[in-house]
């Protein structure tokens, strides 16, 4: 057996995190059409885009249930049959609560996975590799996020409209079936098999399948090593203790500062964000940020064992400062934005009417009136603004009832029809999004720049420092604990983020995550160790906890 067959177990587990990217960012594409298919209020939209990560936080806390009792093998199997039907469900689901159910299942998955995955990797690994090995779960995150984007696109411009939305969710069934036949393949990990199993034979067995150069005496101590890890551990010891204190606390820290960098909102809203920032072709362009996500990780991976941990959360933080606070001066210091905005508006509830009156969605009394009202109210916004004497494009005007609407010349009557207020709002937006292409170039480099900062720092190291920084005897729910509090923030973040860019600018939002990046900044210097090259029994003594 030689060490290929290493990376090949590695890879085959590490492809739950393929699915991981893929399933969390394919949404991104999707959003505005479900939004507009099932005339979903804001509120029901945040839950819907919330729904697989509400779904994450109870796999990542049970996650290390099945793990620690059934072996991470069992554990990896059941999160690719999680993924393919949430795929299919998501893909034919007949109403937003179906909707909802079926990426809530995909969820569960994702939750699982974050804690299976990287921990069986580690317990896998050689010191001197663990970084890179345990760092391709996170690199096959961003390769399934850029195969997201890319696929979103194509079905975007090859399939009709008001399907292609189904089509970017449910293709995931295809790679989620080919992931659960490859899981059959991977042996167990054998510090597991070791110190949960006590099946001491059969995990010193794999430890010589993984390190076939090294001799019987140092498997012996290899063995020893681990079960001296808990040797001096009552079975029963609870997870909340003194000992273990420093460990909480750095998986709690770097999961919370993870999300509140705003990489989530980022990518989950891509297309809606570079949309604002007057970008022509947004889902396209969102496909620059996930070459970045993986040309970064590729960096980040090859540096991890070499810089560090730490070192690689450095350069991330002051990447991510550097460009949100970029990010957030663009957006507040050109107020065009403002307009591009108010006729994205505007266009949505045109063309929310238009999908009523052509019977592709089925209103109440209620709802429609609504609907009139926002379009009324967002009329007369976007006049506002084009009214503005800072605006630099064409008015637009209110003529007076009997007078008509003049698409060409931007007259909108009171009695306009839908169709006539789109084709106006979207004029008002071709020509406002022409007088910020600058500002939109700006933003477009500034979350490419987050991106790659992200990708070098937080992205390949929050999976690989989790699953390293907990003693053998409770890796399970030390990891669960990090992944859990990771998608608590995620889900917090995604289901507040429609609501709160209706009350607050976009620029504030992006300086919120800036301020809580200089908070990061100032965690790595003080608390975070440097875990590189070094055993996972090393790192418990390093820490204090064995």
Not at 10 to 22: D, I, K, N, P, R
Not at 203 to 214: T, V
């Amino acid at each position: 057996m030689k060490r290929g067959h290493l990376i090949l177990w590695a890879v085959t587990a590490s492809l739950a995190g393929f699915l991981f990217g893929f399933d969390t960012i394919v949404i991104s594409g999707a959003e505005q059409d479900f939004k507009l298919a099932w005339q979903l209020p804001n509120w029901i939209h945040g839950l819907a885009m919330g729904a697989a990560l509400y779904g994450t936080v109870l796999g990542a806390i049970f996650g290390g249930i099945p793990s620690a009792k059934y072996g991470r093998k069992k554990t990896l199997i059941t999160v690719g049959f999680l993924y393919f039907v949430s795929a299919v469900g998501s893909g034919v689901a007949p109403d937003p609560w179906t909707f909802m159910i079926a990426r809530f299942i995909g969820g569960l998955g994702v939750g699982a996975a974050t804690v299976a995955s990287p921990m069986f990797i580690s317990e896998i690994s050689p010191p001197g590799n663990r970084g890179k090995l345990a760092g391709m779960f996170q690199f096959n995150i961003v390769f399934g996020i850029l195969i997201a984007l890319v696929s979103n696109a194509l079905f975007g411009k090859l399939v009709a409209e008001s399907v292609a939305w189904r089509w970017m969710l449910g293709i995931e069934a295809i790679p989620a079936l080919a992931y659960t036949l490859m899981t059959f393949s991977l042996p167990e990990s054998p510090r597991w098999l070791i110190t949960h199993a006590k099946q001491r034979l059969a995990g010193a067995e794999i430890f010589r399948l993984i390190n076939p150069d090294a001799s019987a005496d140092e498997i012996e101590s290899l063995v020893q090593e681990v079960e001296a890890s808990v040797a001096n551990v009552s079975g029963t010891e609870p997870f909340w203790t003194p000992r273990l204190r420093m460990p909480i606390f750095l998986a709690i820290m770097i999961a919370v500062f993870n999300q509140f960098s705003g990489i989530n909102i980022v990518f989950y809203f891509a297309p809606r964000l570079l949309g604002l920032a007057g970008m022509g072709d947004p889902l396209l362009s969102s496909v620059a940020l996930g070459v970045t996500n993986l040309v970064f990780t590729f960096l980040g991976l090859w540096l991890i064992d070499k810089l560090g941990r730490r070192s690689l959360l450095y350069i991330g933080s002051v990447g991510y400062i550097l460009s949100l606070g970029v990010c957030a001066y663009a957006f507040l210091s050109e107020p065009t934005l403002k307009v591009v905005s108010a006729a994205n508006d505007l266009a949505d509830t045109a063309a929310a009417i238009q999908y009523e009156e052509q019977g592709k969605v089925f209103l109440s009394q209620k709802d429609k009136a609504d609907l009139l009202e926002n379009l009324q109210a967002q009329k007369a916004k976007l006049v506002e603004l084009c009214d503005a004497a800072w605006y630099e494009g064409a008015k637009l005007t209110l003529s007076s009832p009997g007078t008509g609407t003049d698409v060409e010349n931007l007259m909108i009557g009171p009695d306009a029809t839908p169709s006539e207020v789109a084709k106006i709002a979207a004029t008002c937006k071709h020509q406002a999004s022409a007088l910020v292409s600058t500002t939109s170039m700006i933003v477009l480099a500034c979350l490419i720049g987050f991106i790659a900062a992200h990708a070098i720092g937080q992205g390949a190291v929050i999976w690989v420092f989790i699953s390293e920084i907990f003693p053998n005897d409770h890796r399970s729910a030390g990891t669960s604990l990090g992944s859990a509090t990771h998608w608590i923030c995620a889900a917090g973040m995604t289901t507040l983020f429609p609501i709160v860019s209706g009350l607050v600018e976009t620029g504030a939002i992006f300086a919120f995550f800036c301020f809580c990046m200089v908070l990061q900044l100032l965690w790595v210097k003080f608390f975070v160790p440097e875990t590189k090259g070094i055993s996972l029994e090393e790192i418990e003594r390093k820490l204090g906890i064995m």
